[in-house]
Nanobody, 124 residues
Framework: QVQLVESGGGLVQAGGSLRLACVASGRTDRSYVVAWFRQALGKEREFVSGISGSGDRTYYATSLKGRFTISRDNAKNTVYLQMNSLKPEDTAVYSC?????????????????WGQGTQVTVSS
C-alpha cells in the first residue's frame, strides 16, 4: 500500500553531514509512522530513529540522540534524517520503513513497508 524510496546517501568524511530522504507513494492519505534502520556489513539491523504520523513525536536510539534529527513534511510525503558529526561506525545501509495506524517501534517486524536502502559511507 505504501512504496518507499530512499535517497541522499553517499561518501562523507568523519565529522561531516548528510541528509537522507524517504519519499512515500501509494496510500499516503492515511496516517503512517516512519522509522529509519541501518545495517552494517556483518551486523544485525538496528533502529536509528522514528517519527509519528503527524511528526509531533520523535524517537532516537540512545547512542545517536543529539547527532541525528528526524523530521517529516507530509505535504511532500517525505521523511528526512539529518545526520551530523558522522563517524566511521555510522557506515551502513540506511533503510526507511513504515506502517499504517501504529506507534513507533524499534523492532523491524513492526513495519509493513520498506525501502531498498541507501548506502552511507563515512571515511576516516
Amino acid at each position: 500500500q505504501v512504496q518507499l524510496v530512499e535517497s541522499g546517501g553517499g561518501l562523507v568524511q568523519a565529522g561531516g553531514s548528510l541528509r537522507l530522504a524517504c519519499v512515500a507513494s501509494g496510500r499516503t492519505d492515511r496516517s503512517y509512522v516512519v522509522a529509519w534502520f541501518r545495517q552494517a556489513l556483518g551486523k544485525e539491523r538496528e533502529f536509528v530513529s522514528g517519527i509519528s504520523g503527524s511528526g509531533d513525536r520523535t524517537y532516537y536510539a540512545t547512542s545517536l540522540k543529539g547527532r541525528f534529527t528526524i523530521s517529516r513534511d507530509n505535504a511532500k510525503n517525505t521523511v528526512y534524517l539529518q545526520m551530523n558529526s558522522l563517524k566511521p561506525e555510522d557506515t551502513a545501509v540506511y533503510s526507511c520503513a513504515a506502517v499504517h495506524g501504529s506507534s513507533v517501534s524499534d523492532i523491524p517486524v513492526a513495519y509493513a513497508y520498506w525501502g531498498q536502502g541507501t548506502q552511507v559511507t563515512v571515511s576516516s
